[in-house]
């Protein structure tokens, strides 16, 4: 790839770049970038050098467990000292991705907080992630506002308006268009150093701080590479350490061994933790993908109330509660469904129970994807949680064991669930390709991790021809049938004379390739992302 010197000897933009964006990146914030990059990104690479070293010693049947090392750490009675103000209440979060719109919609929706995100709903175009900074300076300036030329209407920012939270790329992404000393930036600095680097002085005038949601973490020394990031960002910009915000989201099967090492590493910028339900369920797969005693059913089957899931959710309540942190539940996906009332009342009951449940088990606050589930979310943790937060409720006689947490749920596999992976994950793939990561299907708004479980289960269930409920196994040739198929209704759907409009041609592509693939993709993001 050839690049064009923009900047400086050490900061390189690719040759794709356009568009520079001369407010965003001032010549202060990319020289913060390059100091980001300098300091971090070796160490970011090991971290991730140590993950493929650690999926080695699941291949061959050493399963996670806590650690001995952290003993000590796990049994003290330490916990964190303080929660800012703007953040003990955080009963219903929406999140979604930096689109302008959706950015003054959410803050607007009646959430007490927003977790605007640069990851798993955001597709990283380079216009995706730069614009959606702008976006966030906007509105913590106040000064955001849109006009929907189609419907003829303009949003603007209500005067109350939620907490603002940002969710980074994970550690395993890459920012392709910003090099420095010829190395891909990492997506985590850059969507971190720009938010710090722009919104610390305004937030703090306005008695808040940059607070983040930690995506995809694997191990405690990932959560002491973030808590070094904060740290020197903080002295770099010239504010107290410890001002940034951090909630971890618990989405990796590993992490949820380690979670009183996490919040201990982070001990001076964390405030909770969050059950990151479908991720969790497909870092599950991931793990132990290659063991065929381990093989999950349909993934509409695995529900937080199947042993592992319910596990893991009461252990982060516990340990978050007894560190005197947040235990955030997890994500309602269903979006209304306008034009079927009793669908709709299926759907939203289906929410009810979820959040009941969540609120009951002693979680201070869940996540909603819909403005039109804010209110649903958020009558029943009025219910059942009459002040800000639950952290009294310590869940003391819970006794989590380590096989709890990877318990093989009951169920089964079936003809309909390999059909709705292939259709769900190629419908999803062409959106995320088209610039789109934040997808209606099914009346559910799904992001990333919905694609990865699709994809990763097929894998699998390939991988070892897994038996179906009616008594066939999945060998290449019964896939290959179904796969078939559904890319006939899919292209059906669509109408052959709109194709060439679409991604849907190298979606069907991608993924067969990721399910057929011989060695397991990591995530699909990275084998997608230099395709948009």
Known sequence: ?????????????????????????????????????QKFNRSRLQLLEERAKRQVQFDLGEFPNFLPETEQTRSANWRVKHIPDDLRDRRVEITGPVDRKMVINALNSGA???MADFEDSNAPTWYNCMQGQQNLIDANNRSI????????????????????????????????HILINGEMTSGSLVDFGLYVYHNSGVLRRRGSAPYFYLPKLEHYLEARWWNEVFTFAEEYIGIPVGTYKATVLIETITASFQLDEIIYELKNHIVGLNCGRW???FSYIKKFRNHPSYILPDRDQVTMTVPFMDSYSRLVIQRCHKRGIHAMGGMAAQIPINNDPVANEKALEKVRLDKEREVKNGHDGTWVAHPGLVKIAKDIFDKYMPKANQLEKLREDDHISATDLIAIPNGTITEKGIRKNISVGILYLESWLRGNGC??????????????ISRTQVWQWLKFNARLDDGRKLTS???QSIFDEE???????????????????????????LVRANEFEEFLTIKAYNEI
């Open 112 to 114: 007490k907080t927003f």
């Open 1 to 37: 790839m050839e690049e064009a010197l923009i900047t400086s000897t050490q900061l390189q933009f690719s040759k794709e770049v356009e568009h520079y964006y001369p407010e965003l990146l001032t010549d202060g914030a990319l020289e913060f970038l390059i100091a980001l990059h």
């Open 487 to 513: 890319v006939v209704k899919i292209r059906h759907l669509v109408g052959e004379g709109n194709l060439h409009n679409t991604k849907f041609e190298e979606a069907i592509a991608l993924f067969d390739k």
């Open 439 to 452: 997808v209606a299907i099914n009346n559910l708004m799904e992001d990333a991790a919905t694609a990865e």
């Open 279 to 281: 991720d969790y369920i």
């Open 477 to 479: 040739e019964l896939y």
């Open 145 to 176: 506002s849109y006009f929907d030329s189609k419907k003829g209407k303009s949003y603007e920012l209500n005067d109350e308006v939620a907490v603002l939270l940002v969710r980074p790329r994970g550690l395993h992404l890459n920012e392709r």
